[in-house]
């Protein structure tokens, strides 16, 4: 038999990748420390000791990031939708009901997959660039009986940080439903209590909070949530989702399909340095980083979208530069500066990322002056200077 497809002339990879790569300042990807790339060249036996060791070492520090004492901690292979996907999979099935809080694009993500698996879902949006409010939550739950409750901490698409969520959880709690929360951009970036606040399962991704690699997530399932997932009458529609299953690798250290071997060894060395500097001096780290970045985009001459009360310090929803286009825009940050920050999904904004290691300080000044440069060079006449004293005085404030 003729080979009849010919091998294809495609460029060396040295080729197509920049000489420099771009500083990634936009809403994930992020980027990522030494010793977590350096793990993510290691290949190693999925199943044995060594494995076994860095599983069961994952899954504590899982549940200090996580702040869950549950243990029932899984990782998933696949991108944090994946793992949203497990999350809203493995607890609702048709004749089941699903309260969808929307405030943006990845809310209502979960409220489509709910409906994907054939559940009966309820869903209810916050007005743009505003959260769920405890009192719009109430609203909702006493219209109806649910089962299952979506929601996320912070809503990357639209800069909207759901500030109530320890409330919601009590509500949803006192409503007898299971809460489900995507945290993907804010985990270890700014607190979530799994436990105290009463959440049932918390999902998260591995390239934005914790700045590891994108395709390898992680979810956390409470006792109760857990009970759910067990007694399930029906067969799971995803067969690499199914949470049961999963813990055959994460639990029992048995075969469930090949574990993404570099990808959770980097996710081990993310989380490792989180532990090492500890949530709360993290948590300090970005709120200055955010409050310094926010601080030099306004006396920059640059409005922000979301009112203060409501905005999420992870991802900064900055409104497009009047006048410019915004790709343009971002076009020159990379060309002429190096620096990658985010578009948005429709709405009329840029979104600069405070995600990990995005928050550092001479980051800031880097993406700081890489945008107002590129706007007055596109005639937008910001006051550059003006706005980089503004993130240093910002910055040595605290
Ligand atoms: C990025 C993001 C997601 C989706 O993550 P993927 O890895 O692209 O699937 C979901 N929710 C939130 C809040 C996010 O920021």
Not at 86 to 108: E, I, K
Request: charge should be negative; hydrophobic fraction near 45%; glycine fraction near 10%.
């Amino acid at each position: 038999m003729p080979i009849t497809v010919s091998p294809p002339d495609v460029s060396p990879l040295a080729q197509l990748l920049p000489d420099e790569p771009l500083l990634l300042m936009g809403a994930g990807p992020v980027p990522i420390p030494h010793a977590v790339a350096q793990a993510n060249s290691v290949v190693i036996n999925h199943l044995g000791p060594t494995m076994q060791a860095v599983i069961e070492g994952l899954k504590e520090l899982g549940g200090y990031a996580f702040q869950t004492r549950s243990g029932k901690i899984i990782g998933v292979a696949g991108s944090a939708s994946a793992a949203m996907e497990m999350a809203v999979s493995n607890l609702a099935w048709p004749g089941r009901s699903v309260l969808a809080l929307v405030s943006g694009t990845f809310s209502a993500r979960l409220g489509e997959m709910a409906t994907g698996v054939g559940a009966e879902v309820t869903t209810v949006c916050s007005p743009l660039a505003t959260p769920i409010t405890a009192a719009m939550a109430q609203a909702a739950l006493a219209g109806g009986r649910f089962d299952v409750v979506t929601i996320v901490q912070g809503e990357t698409s639209c800069g909207v940080l759901n500030a109530e969520l320890p409330q919601i959880a009590a509500l949803v709690k006192a409503h007898g439903a299971l809460l489900i929360v995507d945290a993907v951009c804010t985990l270890t970036t700014m607190p979530l209590r799994m436990d105290e606040w009463g959440i049932d399962v918390v999902v998260t991704g591995g390239q934005k909070g914790l700045s590891s690699i994108p395709g390898v997530s992680l979810i956390a399932f409470s006792d109760a949530a857990w009970q759910t997932v067990v007694a399930r009458p029906r067969p799971m529609p995803h067969w690499c989702l199914d949470a049961q299953r999963a813990w055959r690798f994460w639990g029992d250290h048995q075969y469930h399909y090949t574990a993404p071997v570099p990808g959770i060894l980097a996710l081990y060395q993310a989380l490792r340095l989180i532990s090492t500097e500890t949530l709360q001096r993290r948590f300090e780290r970005h709120a200055t980083c955010t409050a310094a970045l926010q601080a030099g985009i306004e006396a920059m001459g640059l409005q922000l979208f979301v009112p203060p009360e409501f905005r999420l310090p992870s991802v900064v929803a900055v409104v497009a530069p009047p006048g410019l286009d915004s790709d343009e825009v971002r076009r020159q940050m990379a060309d002429r500066h190096g620096v990658e920050i985010a578009g948005a999904f429709g709405l009329p904004i840029i979104r600069i990322g405070q995600m990990g290691e995005q928050c550092r300080s001479h980051h800031l000044f880097h993406v700081l002056s890489a945008l107002g440069e590129s706007c007055r060079r596109l005639g937008l006449p910001l006051d550059v200077s003006g706005g980089m004293a503004a993130l240093e005085a910002e910055l040595c404030a605290r």
